[in-house]
């Protein structure tokens, strides 16, 4: 039971790990899952872009973004049809809509927005 599995769960994890790094990622997945154990491979972030399931359902919808150029944005995870809902646009950059914000919604002056950007409050490229 779990109990047992916990009082031996380093055994287990060093166990599973040396019969894990022997196989395929995507061919141990499936085989886990014809024998009804829940699994899923585990992908880095480049290989999602070309992840069959994902491409299959249109997730990554591809946009030009200011600085970086085109890039994949990931739809939302819902749908209200067999289509995923389009993206209008592109994820902001670093400070894009700051001044926006805080003119707008704060009400803060042009000046004061100034002295935030003087003093690296607020600004548009990451600070070290």
């Not at 919808?61 to 592109?90: C, K, L, N, T």
Request: charged share 25%; glycine share 8%; no cysteine.
């Amino acid at each position: 039971g779990a109990a047992g599995r916990k009082a031996h769960e380093d055994e287990l994890d060093r166990r599973l790990a040396e019969w894990t790094v022997l196989r395929h990622r995507d061919l141990l997945a499936a085989k886990l899952m014809s024998l009804g154990v829940p699994a899923a491979p585990v992908y880095d972030v480049g290989e999602t872009l070309h992840s069959p399931q994902l491409v299959a359902r249109g997730f990554w919808q591809w946009m030009d973004r200011r600085w970086v150029g085109r890039q994949p944005h990931p739809s939302p995870p819902w749908r209200s049809a067999a289509e995923s809902f389009a993206i209008d646009f592109p994820a902001p950059t670093l400070g894009e809509h700051t001044a926006e914000v805080l003119a707008g919604l704060l009400g803060l002056s042009s000046a004061a927005i100034d002295d935030l950007r003087a003093a690296g409050v607020i600004g548009s490229e990451p600070a070290p």
